[in-house]
């Protein structure tokens, strides 16, 4: 646990904003979490996220080890040998900071928001001196999408797995939940981009071809959970194309979906060609408890 001060100076500025701004690896959303649990203070008291900061407050912090935080790395293994590791990453957990300096100094990821690569670090630091980029990560998930993630373990099975996504040869499937009730197949070619005075991606005529299809799984009280097949990677691919054909993800609070406990949406398998041994292989990572409450209680099952 990590202890600072700091006498603020300046305009008024929120709390949780204030925190983000001076911590590198700190999103809103954990700073926020952190004045929520009383280990960020004003002039030695409690206050909320939102207290307005002036000039002259003291601000004390109690940074958490991100890698202590969050324990039981082991736990989320699903599989593992010579060349890689899947893992299972929970809903809500970031794959990694957003500032890069972890990427040349992996312990800087140690210093804010829990995310995968910090438990990975911190559960396996010798992952830092196996020759491999990142940590070994060779694609990412949504912060807010669970599922199944490949981590390699060395330098040529990066390389052939990082090969193996940019070339489509790796088979990803996901379980989805959606508003609405689409037809049983569907075929969504529609390209993804970031328009000019948007602040998200959408799908964008001038954008990069992007491919999804899915097919319906079983219908809830007007919605459905889809099995998804995603043929392309583009960012937050899955989400926008159902949002354009008007059945987005519930509990995507970005590209419209209801309200729900968490997104529901979960990286279910991943089928691709060994790195060593060139066979065919295919993880799994099955739905979670959370992910299956969620779902009962937005269909009414």
């Known amino acids: 646990m990590k202890k600072t001060k700091t006498v603020y100076s300046g ?46 407050d003291e ?68 992952t830092a001196e196996a020759g491999v ?7 990412r998930l949504d912060r807010d999408t669970s599922g199944l993630m490949l981590i390699a373990k060395t330098p040529e ?30 075929v969504i070619d529609a390209p993804i981009g970031r328009a000019s005075g948007f602040k998200k991606i959408k799908v964008w005529e001038y954008g990069r071809d992007a491919l999804t299809e899915y097919a319906l799984k079983e219908k809830g009280r007007n919605c459905a959970l889809l099995e998804i097949s995603p043929k392309t990677g583009r960012t937050n691919q899955i989400r926008i194309h159902l949002a354009h054909i008007g059945h987005p993800i519930m509990g995507d609070k970005l590209y419209g979906g209801p309200p729900a406990a968490r997104m529901l949406l979960h990286s279910l398998s991943v089928e691709f060609a060994h790195p060593y041994t060139g066979k065919r292989t295919r993880l799994t990572a099955p739905l979670q408890a959370d992910f299956k409450a969620a779902w009962k209680a937005v269909s009414g099952r």
């Open 59 to 126: 601000v004390e912090l109690a940074i958490p080890d991100a890698g202590k935080e969050q324990k039981g790395f082991e736990d989320l293994v699903l599989y593992e040998d010579k060349a890689l590791l899947a893992v299972l990453k929970p809903a809500g957990v970031a794959v990694h900071p957003n500032p890069g300096g972890w990427m040349t100094n992996p312990k800087a990821a140690l210093l804010g928001e829990p995310t995968l690569v910090s438990m990975l670090f911190s559960a396996r630091p010798e």
């Open 133 to 139: 980029d990142r940590l070994g990560l060779v694609h």
């Open 157 to 186: 099975a990066q390389a052939s797995l990082t090969d193996g996504f940019r070339e489509r040869l790796i088979k990803k499937v996901y379980i989805g939940a959606v508003a609405g009730i689409p037809p049983k197949t569907g």
């Open 11 to 56: 305009l008024p500025v929120r709390l949780d904003l204030f925190l983000a701004e001076i911590n590198e690896n700190f999103s809103r959303s954990y700073s926020r979490r952190l004045v929520e649990q009383g280990l960020a203070t004003v002039n030695g008291r409690a206050k909320k996220p939102s207290y307005v900061l002036n000039d002259g």
